[in-house]
């Protein structure tokens, strides 16, 4: 059982995706976990099946789930729980501001529950159960190897250790940029036969 979500910055789409049959792979579009474009949010502000908080402002076109100002935080989560096997959930976003950096990040969460909307890990509560996808922006260990995009699981006791961006407690990750992009950045995020994968793409390649 997971909720699922996503934090910070602008998101054109998030789509989830599950496999209706596990041996026959069979993708199925669940729209109760999807948003997009051109009808993304109603007249009142509302995104069916979803809630929004903190400093979150969501249009017919995308999600601001934080806007280019200092300390804002912002999220967006399903409000209905899974129940999916395998799945994989593609999203959309821009990130952008003035200056070379920006911090701290943008994370996708499928946890056992929904976190806060000021919390201090991307925007989200600490010790979460379950799993974090993390595009981390802000090189707090000094390392010269960010913006990184990395997986951590969690089991509800860790802190996620910013001083060394969560280095030691990553699943896996990789360097790859995202900011002030000219074309939205799209990732796959799949989780499939007891296996993540984290797909990229800038916009910019093929
Ligand atoms: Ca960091
Ligand atoms: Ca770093």
């Given at each position: 059982?997971?909720?699922?979500?996503?934090?910070?910055?602008?998101?054109?789409?998030?789509?989830?995706v599950?496999?209706?049959?596990?041996?026959?792979?069979?993708?199925?579009?669940?729209?109760?976990?999807?948003?997009?474009?051109?009808?993304?949010?109603q007249?009142?502000?509302?995104?069916?099946?979803?809630?929004?908080?903190?400093?979150?402002?969501?249009?017919?076109e995308?999600?601001?789930?934080?806007?280019?100002?200092?300390?804002?935080?912002?999220?967006?989560?399903?409000k209905?729980?899974?129940?999916?096997?395998?799945?994989?959930?593609?999203?959309?976003?821009?990130?952008?501001?003035?200056?070379?950096?920006?911090?701290?990040g943008?994370?996708?969460?499928?946890?056992?529950?929904?976190?806060?909307?000021?919390?201090?890990?991307?925007?989200?509560?600490?010790?979460?159960?379950?799993?974090?996808?993390?595009?981390?922006?802000?090189?707090?260990?000094?390392?010269?190897?960010?913006?990184?995009?990395?997986?951590?699981?969690?089991?509800?006791?860790?802190e996620?250790?910013?001083?060394?961006?969560?280095?030691s407690?990553?699943?896996?990750?990789?360097?790859?940029?995202?900011?002030?992009?000219?074309?939205?950045?799209?990732?796959?995020?799949?989780?499939?036969?007891?296996?993540?994968?984290?797909?990229?793409?800038?916009?910019?390649?093929?």
């Amino acid at each position: 059982m997971s909720l699922f979500r996503v934090a910070s910055w602008t998101f054109i789409s998030a789509v989830l995706v599950i496999w209706t049959d596990a041996l026959v792979p069979h993708r199925k579009f669940e729209y109760k976990y999807s948003f997009k474009p051109p009808y993304l949010a109603q007249k009142d502000g509302s995104v069916p099946f979803w809630q929004y908080g903190g400093n979150a402002i969501a249009s017919a076109e995308n999600v601001r789930v934080a806007p280019s100002l200092r300390s804002q935080k912002g999220a967006i989560w399903s409000k209905s729980k899974t129940n999916f096997d395998w799945w994989e959930a593609e999203i959309v976003f821009r990130v952008t501001g003035r200056g070379r950096i920006g911090a701290d990040g943008l994370a996708f969460w499928y946890t056992d529950s929904q976190g806060a909307y000021d919390g201090n890990v991307f925007g989200s509560s600490d010790k979460w159960v379950g799993l974090g996808v993390f595009f981390d922006s802000f090189d707090n260990d000094n390392k010269h190897n960010n913006p990184y995009i990395m997986a951590m699981v969690n089991d509800g006791t860790k802190e996620f250790d910013h001083t060394n961006d969560g280095s030691s407690q990553m699943l896996s990750g990789c360097v790859k940029d995202f900011r002030n992009k000219p074309f939205p950045t799209r990732a796959k995020i799949e989780y499939y036969m007891n296996t993540l994968t984290v797909l990229f793409h800038n916009g910019m390649t093929k």
